[in-house]
T-cell receptor
Framework: DSGVTQTPKHLITATGQRVTLRCSPRSGDLSVYWYQQSLDQGLQFLIHYYNGEERAKGNILERFSAQQFPDLHSELNLSSLELGDSALYFC?????????????FGPGTRLTVL | AQSVTQLDSQVPVFEEAPVELRCNYSSSVSVYLFWYVQYPNQGLQLLLKYLSGSTLVKGINGFEAEFNKSQTSFHLRKPSVHISDTAEYFCAVSRAEAGGYQKVTFGIGTKLQVIP
């Protein structure tokens, strides 16, 4: 158990819908990272928040957005969902910005878009 | 920009045989290097990391990796694999960008299949 929690574990929805994925980092970790893992593209970095502020963006679509709240939990919002958005979404946390710090990964949310 | 190349997408190996999973990176500046493992239906967890010092790094579960600066490689090895090592392995590189931000890039992963 990494100490990072993600809800829900599984999510099945239809194209065009909007969903919210939630992540609670390890106690004391200020950084939260979001990743998308799919069979064809591997592990793709989406976005990084540090202590409530966006620090870096990766391959995140405009239909996707995220935020980190004062209690440090984070939410990833996916809208106008397409079939290709079906993937595993992981969040990870680390004490500060990652670098020499390892990232601790949650168990993931499996999103299926039908 | 930095990049990470994992040269093998799948590696089958018999139980108790040695294994090497290859990782090469490109970066013009100093980097930190990591190997993560992902067991089926789980998130990634850290196996080992290289920050500085000795180029041979030992990790959990009997894995080790060697940092080779001249070849820009960080290959992962285990002298004798077990069935329980069947998993996907990710190499990752971290380097400082403008403004001091440390960017982490993951490789595409190598699936290790241990055959009984």
């Amino acid at each position: 158990d990494s100490g990072v929690t993600q809800t829900p574990k599984h999510l099945i929805t239809a194209t065009g819908q909007r969903v919210t994925l939630r992540c609670s980092p390890r106690s004391g970790d200020l950084s939260v990272y979001w990743y998308q893992q799919s069979l064809d593209q591997g592990l793709q970095f989406l976005i990084h928040y540090y202590n409530g502020e966006e620090r870096a963006k990766g391959n995140i679509l405009e239909r996707f957005s995220a935020q980190q709240f004062p209690d440090l939990h984070s939410e990833l919002n996916l809208s106008s969902l397409e079939l290709g958005d079906s993937a595993l979404y992981f969040c990870a946390s680390s004490p500060r910005t990652s670098g020499y710090n390892e990232q601790f990964f949650g168990p993931g949310t499996r999103l299926t878009v039908l | 920009a930095q990049s990470v190349t994992q040269l093998d997408s799948q590696v089958p190996v018999f139980e108790e045989a040695p294994v090497e999973l290859r990782c090469n990176y490109s970066s013009s500046v100093s980097v930190y290097l990591f190997w993560y493992v992902q067991y089926p239906n789980q998130g990634l967890q850290l196996l080992l990391k290289y920050l500085s010092g000795s180029t041979l790094v030992k990790g959990i579960n009997g894995f080790e990796a060697e940092f080779n600066k001249s070849q820009t490689s960080f290959h992962l090895r285990k002298p004798s694999v077990h069935i329980s090592d069947t998993a996907e392995y990710f190499c990752a590189v971290s380097r400082a960008e403008a403004g001091g931000y440390q960017k982490v890039t993951f490789g595409i992963g190598t699936k290790l299949q241990v055959i009984p």
